[in-house]
C-alpha cells in the first residue's frame, strides 16, 4: 500500500526558493505598470506644450511638475525626469498639497483619489497658466485641461484644448492627433 | 512521488530559469526597467495595462476591486497551452477542477462535493450569464460555449459576488472577457492534433473599420475519440472491466459580437456531445448507449454611454440551454435474456430579461452604481421517458421570474482608504426574497501596501432539477430554501520591492441550508440540510521581467468541516501548490512555459483516499518567428502521474482516474 502523499514542508520550501530564484531583477507589478507609462506621457505633455514667457522666471528656471496625491506616480516621475532638461529647463517633481504650491507648476496632476477636491483648486489655478492633467471620469467636466482614460488596457487621454487656450498654453498639433475625440 | 522524479522537476525548473535569465545577457548586466520617456507618443499608447471589470462592475484597477481577484490573460492561455477553461482555472490559487469523464467541476476554496452540479460559481461572458436553469451548471470545458482561442482575460474575482450578480455568485464570479474584431487584422485559421486522436479546427474573421463597427465572427469543431480502453475494477464482471472506446467527445460552437458606437450585438452557441464509459446511475456497463448533449446559446443588446454626469447601460438578453441524455439500462425480458433499455431526458430551457445600470458620482468622492434586472425563464421543461417501449416517467414544465434592485458605492473616504459598500434584493416567484450585502474596506497603509477587509453574504436559488425532478425513485421539492454563505475575508497585497507582487489572503466560509439528496424511505429527495465552515489561507507570489520571464505561485491551505457530522468534506484537498513559469528562449519569440500542480489526499464517498498527486506540463511556444504562424506544443502530465477524483453516489467508481501523459500539437494562422 503506497504511503499517503501529504505534500512535505520540503517541497514547499523547495518550490518556494525555486520561485524566487531567477525570477529576474527586472521585473514589476501591472498596477506600477500603469503609472510609469502615465508618468512617462506627463514628461511627453511637457514636451508638446509652450508656456508664455512670464511663467519662467528665467531662460534655465525648473520646469516644475506638480502631484497631488498618489506618492507611487511621484516615484516614477522623479525616476523618469531624473537628470532631464527641456529646452534648457530642468525639470523638477513636487508633491502639492493646496492651490498656493499648485499655481507654482507649469504642470498639475491630479491623482483619481484627490479628484474629489481638485474642483477648487482647479478653478483657483486658472490664471496661472498652469497645465492640469486627470484620470478621473469628470476631469475635464470640472475645468481640467488633460484627462488619461484607459481604453482596451490602453492609456489614451483626451484633451480640451479650449481650457488650456484660456489659460495661456500652446498645446502642439501633434498632441492633439493623438488625443481620443473630446466628445465620447 | 518518488524524490527521483520530483528532483528532475527541480533540474528541469533550475534549466529553465537559468536559460530564462540569460536569454537577455549581452555580456553585460541584465537590462534594468527600460526608460519609458524614450518611446514616443504613439509607443505609449500601444503598451497593454492590464485591468479588472467584473469585481465591482466599474473599470477597475487589480488592487482596488473590493475583492481578492487575479486575472489570466490571452498570452497565458497560449503559451501554457489551456485546452479548456477548466486547465485555465487549475493554475489558480484555491481552485480545482475534478472530472468524472462527463462535466468538469469546479471547486474553490476546499469546497467541491461529488454529485453537486457547480452552480455556486459564476461564469460571465461579457457580462452575461451562463449558469442555466435547470442545474446551474457551471461549463468549463468542451461544453464551454466559447473557444478559449477568442478569451481576451479571464477575470478571478474571488468570494460573494451576490451583491452585485445575484444567484450563483457563491463562491467566486469568473468573468471571461472576449476579444474585439480589432484585435485582429482580417482573421484567423487555426488547427491542433493531440493524443487520441483529438482535432480541433477554428476559423475567425475579425476587423474594425475606418467607422468605428468592430465585427467579429468564429466558429470552431472539436473531436476526440478519448481514451479507448479505461479499466474500472468495479466493473470486472463485464468484459474485465474494460469500457472500450466510449470516452469520445464532440463539439461544434459559434461566435459573433457585432459592435459600432455605444451598441453591440453578441451572441454565442455550442453543442456538445460526450460518450460516458463510467455506466453511471447504475447502467449498463461497456454499452455505447450512455451519452450527454449539452446545448447553450445566447444573444444579447447592449447600449452603454457616458452622458453629461452619469453612465448608462442597458441590455437585453435571450438564452436558450437544452440537455439530451441517453441512458442505456440493462433488463432481463420475459425471455431471459438481457435487453438494453434506453431511458432518456430531454430538458430545454429558454429565458430572456433586461438589466439597466446607471452609475454617477456623487459628493466628488462615491462611485455610486444603481442596477435593476428582471428575467422570465419562459421555459423549463424536463421530460423522461423510455424509448422503447414509451413509457414517460417526467413531463413537466415550470416556468420561473425573477426580478432584482441592487445598489453599490465606492467610497473614497481619503487618499489611502476607501469602503464598497453594496447589497442586492432578489425577488423569485419560487422561493420569494433573498438580500444579500456586501462591505469592503480597502486601505493603503503606505504606497506599496493593499489590506483589503471583506464581509459578504450570497445565495445560490434552488434550481428546476432540485425542486421539481420526479422519477419513480425521486420526489420534488418545491418548498426548497436558497443555499446561503457568509464569508469573512482579509487580504494584504504588497509590492516587494520593484519586482514582485504578493498576496496573502485569509477567508472564513460559512455556509447553510445546502441543498442535498436525502433518502425518505426509499425516495430521493433534495432538501435544505448540510452545513459547512471552510476556512483557509491563499499565498501566492507573482513577477513579470521586461524580458518576458514570469512566474507565478501559489500555496493554499484550506479546511473544510460538516457541522452535523465534524468531518472534512468529501474531494476537499486540505493543501493546494501552483507554479507556472513562463521562460524566453529567444527574444519574444520563443517561450518555455512550465505547469506544476500538486494536490494533497481526498476523501472519497467511502471514506476513503484518493491519493494526492503532481501534474507537470509543459508548453513550447513560438510566435513571429515566422511571419504571422503562432506554433505551439504541449506536453500535459509529462511524468504520466496516476490520480484520480472521487466519484459521486451514482458513481460505483470510489475513485475516478484520469488521463496519462497527453501531447498537443497547434497551429494559428493570421491573416
Known amino acids: ?184 | 512521488m518518488s524524490s527521483i522524479r520530483f528532483q528532475s522537476i527541480v533540474a528541469l525548473c533550475f534549466v529553465l530559469i537559468a536559460r530564462g535569465v540569460s536569454a537577455e545577457d549581452a555580456g553585460a548586466a541584465l537590462k534594468l526597467q527600460p526608460d519609458l520617456t524614450e518611446l514616443s507618443l504613439e509607443q505609449l499608447t500601444q503598451i497593454q495595462v492590464p485591468s479588472v471589470t467584473g469585481a465591482s462592475k466599474f473599470e477597475q484597477k487589480e488592487t482596488d476591486a473590493p475583492s481578492s481577484v487575479s486575472v489570466i490573460t490571452e498570452g497565458d492561455i497560449q503559451k501554457f497551452g489551456y485546452r479548456t477553461l477548466a486547465d485555465a482555472l487549475r493554475s489558480e490559487a484555491g481552485f480545482d477542477v475534478s472530472y468524472d469523464r462527463d462535466y468538469g467541476y469546479i471547486g474553490v476554496r476546499g469546497f467541491n462535493r461529488p454529485g453537486d452540479y457547480g452552480g455556486r460559481v459564476l461564469i460571465l461572458v461579457d457580462g452575461e450569464q451562463l449558469n442555466e436553469p435547470i442545474y446551474d451548471s457551471a461549463f468549463n470545458m468542451t461544453d464551454f460555449i466559447l473557444d478559449l482561442d477568442l478569451i481576451e482575460r479571464i477575470e478571478i474575482i474571488r468570494g460573494p459576488g451576490s451583491s452585485i450578480y445575484g444567484d450563483n455568485a457563491f463562491f467566486a464570479v469568473i468573468n471571461v472577457v472576449t476579444k474585439s474584431g480589432g484585435d485582429f487584422k482580417n482573421g484567423e485559421l487555426a488547427g491542433s492534433y493531440g493524443t487520441y486522436n483529438t482535432w480541433q479546427e477554428r476559423l475567425t474573421f475579425g476587423h474594425r473599420f475606418e467607422s468605428g463597427l468592430d465585427i467579429l465572427f468564429s466558429g470552431s469543431l472539436y473531436d476526440t475519440d478519448g481514451a479507448r480502453r479505461l479499466h474500472y475494477k468495479e466493473f470486472d464482471a463485464v468484459n474485465h472491466g474494460v469500457a472500450q472506446g466510449l470516452d469520445g467527445d464532440r463539439f461544434h460552437s459559434f461566435f459573433g459580437k457585432v459592435s459600432y458606437g455605444d451598441l453591440t450585438l453578441e451572441g454565442a452557441y455550442v453543442s456538445r456531445k460526450k460518450d460516458v464509459p463510467t455506466a453511471p446511475f447504475g447502467t449498463a456497463f461497456n454499452d455505447p448507449g450512455y451519452n450527454t448533449v449539452d446545448t447553450r446559446a445566447f444573444v444579447n443588446l447592449k447600449y452603454e454611454h457616458q452622458f453629461d454626469g452619469f453612465g448608462l447601460m442597458a441590455r437585453t438578453y435571450y438564452d436558450y440551454y437544452r440537455f439530451d441524455g441517453d441512458y442505456p439500462f440493462a433488463m432481463i425480458g420475459a425471455d431471459q435474456l438481457t435487453h438494453i433499455i434506453i431511458n432518456r431526458d430531454y430538458v430545454p430551457a429558454q429565458w430572456a430579461g433586461a438589466e439597466l445600470q446607471l452609475t454617477k458620482t456623487l459628493f466628488d468622492r462615491n462611485r455610486v452604481l444603481l442596477g435593476a434586472e428582471y428575467r422570465d425563464t419562459f421555459q423549463a421543461l424536463q421530460q423522461n421517458y423510455d424509448v422503447s417501449p414509451r413509457t414517460t416517467y417526467l413531463d413537466s414544465n415550470h416556468p420561473t421570474q425573477r426580478c432584482a434592485f441592487y445598489l453599490q458605492d465606492e467610497w473614497t473616504l481619503s487618499d489611502s482608504l476607501s469602503l464598497n459598500v453594496g447589497a442586492r434584493y432578489d425577488h423569485f416567484s419560487t422561493f420569494g426574497d433573498t438580500f444579500n450585502p456586501r462591505a469592503a474596506l480597502i486601505y493603503h497603509p503606505w504606497k506599496a501596501t493593499t489590506v483589503k477587509g471583506i464581509y459578504g453574504t450570497a445565495f445560490r436559488a434552488p434550481n428546476t432539477n432540485e425542486s421539481y425532478y420526479t422519477s419513480p425513485t425521486q420526489g420534488p421539492n418545491p418548498s426548497l430554501q436558497p443555499e446561503k454563505i457568509r464569508t469573512f475575508e482579509l487580504v494584504g497585497e504588497q509590492q516587494l520591492g520593484k519586482y514582485f507582487q504578493a498576496s496573502l489572503a485569509a477567508y472564513s466560509n460559512r455556509i447553510s441550508k445546502l441543498i442535498s439528496e436525502e433518502d425518505d424511505n426509499g425516495l430521493i429527495v433534495f432538501q435544505n440540510r448540510d452545513n459547512v465552515s471552510a476556512r483557509g489561507v491563499e499565498m501566492t507570489l507573482e513577477s513579470h521581467a521586461q524580458n518576458g520571464l514570469s512566474g507565478r505561485f501559489s500555496y493554499t491551505l484550506q479546511e473544510t468541516k460538516d457541522l452535523a457530522t465534524g468531518l472534512r468534506l468529501s474531494n476537499s484537498p486540505a493543501q493546494l501548490f501552483k507554479l507556472n513559469l513562463s521562460v524566453p528562449f529567444y527574444s519574444d519569440k520563443v517561450f518555455g512555459d512550465l505547469e506544476l500542480q500538486a494536490s494533497a489526499d481526498r476523501r472519497t464517498l467511502l471514506g476513503k483516499e484518493a491519493e494526492g498527486f503532481y501534474l507537470v506540463n509543459f508548453t513550447l511556444f513560438t510566435q513571429r518567428l515566422l511571419p504571422n504562424l503562432e506554433l505551439s506544443a504541449s506536453v500535459y502530465n509529462l511524468f504520466n502521474a496516476h490520480y484520480g477524483y472521487p466519484g459521486a453516489q451514482e458513481h460505483l467508481q470510489d475513485v475516478i482516474t484520469q488521463d496519462g501523459r497527453m501531447f498537443r500539437l497547434k497551429a494559428t494562422y493570421s491573416f
Open chain 1, 1 to 184: 500500500m503506497k504511503s499517503r502523499r501529504r505534500i512535505r514542508p520540503g517541497v514547499i520550501i523547495a518550490a518556494a526558493m525555486l520561485g524566487t530564484l531567477g525570477w529576474c531583477v527586472t521585473v514589476h507589478a501591472d498596477e506600477a505598470l500603469e503609472y510609469r507609462v502615465k508618468a512617462a506621457f506627463l514628461f511627453n505633455f511637457a514636451k508638446f506644450v509652450e508656456w508664455p514667457a512670464q511663467k519662467f522666471t528665467q531662460a534655465d528656471a525648473p520646469l516644475i511638475v506638480g502631484v497631488m496625491g498618489s506618492a507611487l506616480i511621484n516615484d516614477f516621475l522623479e525616476e523618469a525626469v531624473q537628470g532631464k532638461v527641456l529646452n534648457e529647463h530642468p525639470v523638477v517633481i513636487k508633491r502639492v498639497g493646496n492651490a498656493s504650491e499648485g499655481r507654482k507648476c507649469h504642470l498639475l496632476f491630479v491623482c483619481r483619489s484627490e479628484n474629489g477636491r481638485s474642483g477648487p483648486i482647479l478653478a483657483q489655478v486658472k490664471g496661472d497658466n498652469v497645465l492640469t492633467v486627470g484620470e478621473s471620469d469628470n476631469f475635464v467636466a470640472r475645468g481640467g485641461m488633460i484627462n488619461f482614460v484607459t481604453i482596451n488596457n490602453n492609456v489614451r487621454f483626451e484633451i480640451d484644448a479650449t481650457a488650456a487656450q484660456k489659460a495661456g498654453l500652446k498645446i502642439s498639433s501633434k498632441l492633439m492627433t493623438l488625443a481620443l475625440p473630446s466628445s465620447r
